[in-house]
């Protein structure tokens, strides 16, 4: 009963002008960025970190969680119209659904991807309120010990499973640690490694290092990139809201098929680093091999999106229970979160749900309003998302170059802030050319001092 009072108090304080409105921003913001190709979640929220210094804890969060529960459903948007995914779990989308965007039903598509992402984000919330409150409990009990071998775990697992080349990804984490011993030592207070800069003595900021190794190394990689092929989409007769609805009541007559994609997000969400490209590939995977019909698959059936898209929603609440209760990122997305977090002087693990466990599940309310607002944009302005595929790079560019600079410069307003952005970038550009992950160097980055202090505290235990 305390619990569902704590639920229904954190649900309605968010029915404010402020709270809404950013609620209605992150959610709209998100769409779009998962629409356009290449540009995920994780960079949006690395450009947007800096203008959440002004907010207060609660309300930064709020933004970037209704921006994180947008953009798995945009990235659908282009997977369907065009076969070009949005973000990399949009690519098991687009097996079903640019068949089906090719026989004449794209906006039907679109309607399945709508409803079986909102149902997901529905279903997910609900498990995530129900463990995290007792997985938090768990984690009090954890002392340096316990600590010391989950921040080892969690690098481990992250650096493994994102690298692709186990050896990659540990050499990124290792690399990752490595930029956090930068600073002052944790147990005799003397600088190391910061090559007489003393704006490095705090250890290395976290805004400039985010925005370096994702929005700025995908901003050298957009300079190359071709525009998208919009001849396809100018072509589509799309954006019929009859169609789209059509396609929801698909998803909603097929709600064996949502749960078990909304299991399996939330269930791979919560494990760390697994991410919503893996839990896509997973929950496809299943649904295939379970059907009486396998062949079908990939010829373009709505068991095929719901089974894409019902999974990638439930992942967004799945990774923030390790986020918050553990202090180990469950995805790239939630791990820029947690750099959101410090930079508020939040300290997420075992002691946030006593602390802030209001916030919390504010959280979890916002997102709740967001997958009823994701729902009514998809509806309603099904007709302009498909227009938002065909902004020429010459114009992205400039605006998000922009947004970078100042991003960086923002938080600390210093220029030395920019300069640590392009090593980061350079850097982000150059191991993503070469195969490297980037997210289990930044992961190194967050986790490692919490690694370092643990371990510190244990050898003198």
Avoid at 52 to 68: D, H, K, N, Q
Avoid at 155 to 161: E, K
């Amino acid at each position: 009963m305390e619990l569902l009072q704590q639920l229904a108090s954190a649900f309605l304080s968010l029915f404010s002008w402020q709270y809404l409105g950013l609620i209605l921003l992150g959610t709209f913001v998100g769409v779009i960025v998962g629409a356009l190709p290449g540009f995920a979640s994780g960079n949006a929220l690395a450009i947007m970190l800096p203008m959440t210094v002004v907010f207060e804890p609660a309300a930064a969060l709020i933004f970037m969680s209704s921006l994180y529960m947008g953009s798995a459903y945009g990235g659908s948007i282009t997977a369907i119209l065009i076969n070009t995914p949005g973000t990399p779990d949009a690519t098991v989308t687009a097996i079903d659904g640019y068949p089906m965007a090719r026989r004449g039903m794209a906006d039907e598509a679109m309607g399945i991807s709508l409803g079986a992402s909102c149902l997901g984000g529905l279903l997910s919330i609900l498990m995530v309120v129900l463990i995290i409150q007792p997985m938090s409990k768990f984690t009090l009990a954890f002392g340096p010990y316990e600590m010391f071998a989950v921040g080892i775990f969690g690098l481990s697992i992250i650096a493994v499973i994102l690298g692709g080349d186990t050896v990659k990804g540990l050499a990124a984490a290792v690399l990752g640690m490595l930029f956090a011993s930068m600073g002052a030592d944790p147990a005799k207070g003397m600088a190391r490694l910061t090559f007489g800069f003393i704006q490095l003595y705090d250890t290395i900021p976290f805004v400039p290092a985010v925005i370096g190794l994702f929005a700025f190394s995908e901003f050298m990689f957009m300079v190359d990139k071709e525009q998208v092929a919009t001849d396809k989409l100018r072509a589509m007769d799309v954006g019929k809201v009859k169609n789209v609805w059509r396609g929801v009541v698909t998803a909603i007559k097929k709600p064996l098929a949502v749960l078990r994609a909304s299991v399996i997000g939330f269930v791979v969400g919560v494990i760390p680093g697994m991410g919503m490209a893996v839990a896509t590939f997973a929950s496809y995977g299943i649904a295939k091999n379970t059907s009486k019909h396998p062949e079908d698959f990939g010829t373009g059936i709505p068991e095929g999106v719901i089974a894409a898209e019902g999974c990638n929603n439930a992942v967004v609440s799945g990774s923030l229970v390790p986020t918050f209760a553990l202090g180990i990122p469950g995805s790239s997305t939630t791990a820029v979160m947690m750099a959101a977090l410090m930079l508020h002087g939040v300290v997420p693990g075992p002691e946030l749900m006593r602390n802030y466990g209001f916030t919390v599940y504010q959280v979890f309310g916002c997102l709740l309003l967001a997958v009823v607002i994701m729902f009514l944009i998809g509806l309603f302005l099904a007709k302009w998302l498909s227009k938002i595929t065909i902004i020429p790079n010459n114009i992205l560019v400039p605006i998000i170059s922009v947004l970078i600079f100042l991003g960086a410069f923002a938080c600390r307003q210093v220029f030395f802030d920019i300069g640590l952005m392009f090593f980061f970038g350079i850097l982000g550009y150059a191991m993503r050319k070469q195969g490297y992950p980037t997210v289990p160097l930044l992961l190194g980055l967050i986790i490692g001092p919490t690694v370092e202090s643990n371990m510190m505290r244990v050898l003198r235990m």
